[in-house]
């Protein structure tokens, strides 16, 4: 799976899987249902077959014969099987939980303060909750802590600040970070490279690429020291070249054939209808929700698809279908994160990096028995 050099925040995020519904089992959810868990509220719906009707799992009404009991990831779902919404609870309603409209608020007010000093004890006066609530709160709705998400804005509002061609003190004192070594105590796994670097468009990043054919056309991977950089489809050389140079317009590319074998390698074997092997070494620059998404990407089974919408409740962000297609969008490891198992809500195939024809090329690839 996805491998980023010292990515501490999202090795702890794995040890809580069981905070994303596609991986609740359903006696899991029945306990929720039984116990009228307002916290999985937004995370599923329940429906009873004798009554037809589909509810919130906090629903006050009375519990229902478990064997009558049907689950659904999202309203829409439920409907679709014919179950009609509760007038009690109202389940098909976009009204935010407590929990959801506590994280919303703590999130506005992070966002407005990255300038100041931000510790779990004063964030959680400033809402009214403890602290303990509100790491558990934030942590289960969004995926990550509140002092990584803050780390994560700092460092975004930092990238976007050197590439306009701000000083590295300027930029890194305005995003929040308190001294250069705090900044690099954390950034360096999000970026990449120094902060020097990135303000000067990757000046001095070392990148080695090798280019082979495919049934697409031609494939380029990239490769820095850390690992895979980015994967290039194209009709020729020079188109697959120039889509690399344009994501790292300053960086040192060179042509390296030699060198890229072992990342070369399970391409081959991919379009030669074998699975393709995901553990390969990444070094990308992404933000917290956009790991989330290649992670959540990278877990869908060779020939399978799913939505961008499962994806999106599948990380507990329901409404952020679109977030979601824009992280496939900017995905600059094709293949290695393979987006193009990522379709429509209606089953069609939508937009792809390298074109629409690919993408339905490589999902039937998938799909095509071989020996």
Same mark, same amino acid.
């Given at each position: 799976?996805?491998?980023?050099?010292?990515?501490?925040?999202?090795?702890?995020?794995?040890?809580?899987?069981?905070?994303?519904?596609?991986?609740?089992?359903?006696?899991?959810?029945?306990?929720?249902?039984?116990?009228?868990?307002?916290?999985?509220?937004?995370?599923?719906?329940?429906?009873?077959?004798?009554?037809?009707?589909?509810?919130?799992?906090?629903?006050?009404?009375?519990?229902?014969?478990?064997?009558?009991?049907?689950?659904?990831?999202?309203?829409?779902?439920?409907?679709?099987? $014919? %179950?009609?919404?509760?007038? =009690?609870?109202?389940?098909?309603?976009?009204?935010?939980?407590?929990?959801? *409209?506590? @994280?919303? #608020?703590?999130?506005?007010?992070?966002?407005?303060?990255?300038?100041?000093?931000?510790?779990?004890?004063?964030?959680?006066?400033?809402?009214?909750?403890?602290?303990?609530?509100?790491?558990?709160?934030?942590?289960?709705?969004?995926?990550?802590?509140?002092?990584?998400?803050?780390?994560?804005?700092?460092?975004?509002?930092?990238?976007?600040?050197?590439?306009?061609?701000?000083?590295?003190?300027?930029?890194?004192?305005?995003? $929040? %970070?308190?001294?250069?070594? =705090?900044?690099?105590?954390?950034?360096?796994?999000?970026?990449?490279?120094? *902060?020097? @670097?990135? #303000?000067?468009?990757?000046?001095?990043?070392?990148?080695?690429?090798?280019?082979?054919?495919?049934?697409?056309?031609?494939?380029?991977?990239?490769?820095?020291?850390?690992?895979?950089?980015?994967?290039?489809?194209?009709?020729?050389?020079?188109?697959?070249?120039?889509?690399?140079?344009?994501?790292?317009?300053?960086?040192?590319?060179?042509?390296?054939?030699?060198?890229?074998?072992?990342?070369?390698?399970?391409?081959?074997?991919? %379009?030669?209808?074998?699975?393709?092997?995901?553990?390969?070494?990444?070094?990308?620059?992404?933000?917290?929700?956009?790991?989330?998404?290649?992670?959540?990407?990278?877990?869908?089974?060779?020939?399978?698809?799913?939505?961008?919408?499962?994806?999106?409740?599948?990380?507990?962000?329901?409404?952020?279908?679109?977030?979601?297609?824009?992280?496939?969008?900017?995905?600059?490891?094709?293949?290695?994160?393979?987006?193009?198992?990522?379709?429509?809500?209606?089953?069609?195939?939508?937009?792809?990096?390298?074109?629409?024809?690919?993408?339905?090329?490589?999902?039937?690839?998938?799909?095509?028995?071989?020996?």
């Amino acid at each position: 799976m996805l491998q980023v050099p010292t990515a501490q925040n999202l090795e702890e995020m794995d040890r809580y899987p069981k905070e994303r519904e596609n991986l609740l089992t359903e006696d899991e959810k029945w306990d929720a249902v039984f116990s009228r868990d307002i916290g999985s509220d937004g995370n599923f719906v329940f429906a009873v077959r004798s009554t037809g009707i589909y509810c919130k799992p906090s629903c006050p009404a009375k519990r229902p014969n478990r064997k009558q009991v049907l689950f659904f990831s999202s309203p829409e779902e439920a409907e679709q099987s $014919g %179950f009609r919404p509760c007038r =009690r609870c109202k389940p098909n309603l976009a009204l935010p939980p407590p929990q959801l *409209a506590l @994280v919303d #608020r703590l999130r506005v007010y992070i966002g407005d303060n990255l300038d100041k000093k931000l510790t779990l004890a004063n964030l959680s006066a400033e809402i009214g909750v403890s602290p303990y609530h509100l790491q558990r709160t934030f942590k289960r709705i969004v995926g990550i802590s509140p002092r990584q998400y803050i780390e994560t804005l700092r460092l975004a509002k930092m990238k976007n600040s050197l590439i306009n061609g701000e000083t590295v003190n300027k930029a890194l004192y305005g995003a $929040g %970070f308190s001294s250069r070594s =705090r900044f690099y105590e954390k950034g360096s796994y999000q970026f990449g490279m120094s *902060a020097g @670097v990135l #303000r000067r468009g990757g000046l001095g990043m070392e990148i080695s690429y090798t280019i082979v054919d495919s049934p697409l056309g031609r494939t380029l991977v990239g490769a820095t020291v850390l690992g895979v950089c980015a994967v290039c489809i194209g009709t020729s050389n020079a188109e697959v070249e120039e889509a690399l140079a344009r994501e790292y317009p300053s960086a040192n590319i060179r042509r390296g054939d030699q060198a890229l074998h072992r990342f070369v390698s399970p391409i081959r074997n991919y %379009f030669a209808g074998r699975e393709f092997n995901l553990n390969l070494p990444l070094d990308v620059q992404a933000t917290a929700f956009q790991w989330r998404v290649w992670k959540e990407i990278q877990s869908i089974p060779y020939g399978a698809t799913t939505t961008y919408g499962n994806i999106a409740r599948s990380l507990g962000k329901p409404q952020a279908a679109r977030a979601v297609a824009r992280a496939c969008a900017t995905n600059p490891v094709s293949l290695v994160v393979p987006c193009h198992r990522v379709i429509g809500e209606n089953g069609e195939v939508h937009g792809y990096r390298w074109g629409r024809k690919r993408k339905q090329e490589l999902l039937m690839l998938e799909q095509t028995p071989h020996p």
